[in-house]
């Protein structure tokens, strides 16, 4: 089956403590990006990439790392979580880049305490 | 600042009806689309309509863009229970960036 997977789904820290949110989709797809979303504001892009060893910050990059070392894994990293990085994240891919039709993963509600 | 805006914020009308929501964006583009999350869920694609496209249909779905007036209008027909969610339009500007931008949404509901 086509998907874009994401884990954990879940997830409560504490601040300070590094963590990882991984992302893998099974399409060959060249361009992955990552969102997150809040109340009132929407998905806002936190990172892009084009392909492998290609990324790219998105409208709100501050706080978080991104790495594209194989075509199907786009992990999203967060060195020091804070409070405000409490959101729910979305991994999303798509065939050749930002025109084409995304497929999104199910998401990933993290609280940082 | 976003992108795109949908209005209204929030909608509800009773099953059977038509429902219509509104995106507007800033810059010009190259395509705009429309997607649908179910209360917390991943988002779904809908439609695409390019820039030299004025309307599109997909089924109970249309959708209709004027670049002119940088606006965008997703229309559902016979709206049924299982349309309650929330759309989103989605744009790629045409400065160069791989960027894509969504509005804050609309958040449909549709009463028995």
């Known amino acids: 089956e086509a998907q874009v997977t994401q884990n954990p789904r879940y997830l409560i820290t504490v601040t300070g403590k590094k963590l990882t949110v991984t992302c893998s989709q099974n399409?060959?797809?060249?361009?992955m990006s990552w969102y997150r979303q809040d109340p009132g504001l929407g998905l806002r892009q936190i990172y892009y990439?084009?392909?492998?060893?290609?990324?790219d910050k998105g409208d709100v990059p501050e706080g978080y790392k991104v790495s594209r070392k194989e075509k199907r894994n786009f992990p999203l990293i967060l060195e020091s979580p804070s409070p405000n990085q409490t959101s729910l994240y979305f991994c999303a891919s798509s065939r050749t880049g930002p025109y084409n039709e995304q497929f999104f993963g199910p998401g990933t509600r993290l609280t940082v305490l | 600042s976003q992108q795109g805006e949908e209005d209204p914020q929030a909608l509800s009308i009773q099953e059977g009806e038509n429902a219509t929501m509104n995106c507007s964006y800033k810059?010009?583009?190259?395509?705009l689309q429309w997607y649908r999350q179910n209360s917390g869920r991943g988002l779904v694609h809908l439609i695409l309509i390019r820039s030299n496209e004025r309307e599109k249909h997909s089924g109970r779905l249309r959708v209709t863009l004027d670049t002119s007036k940088k606006s965008s209008s997703l229309l559902i027909t016979a709206s049924r229970a299982a349309d309650t969610a929330s759309y989103f339009c989605a744009t790629v500007n045409n400065f160069g960036n791989e960027k894509l931008t969504f509005g804050t949404g609309t958040r449909l509901t549709i009463i028995p």
């Open positions: 810059t010009s583009i190259n395509n």
């Open positions: 990439s084009m392909n492998v060893e290609v990324t």
């Open positions: 399409m060959n797809h060249e361009y």
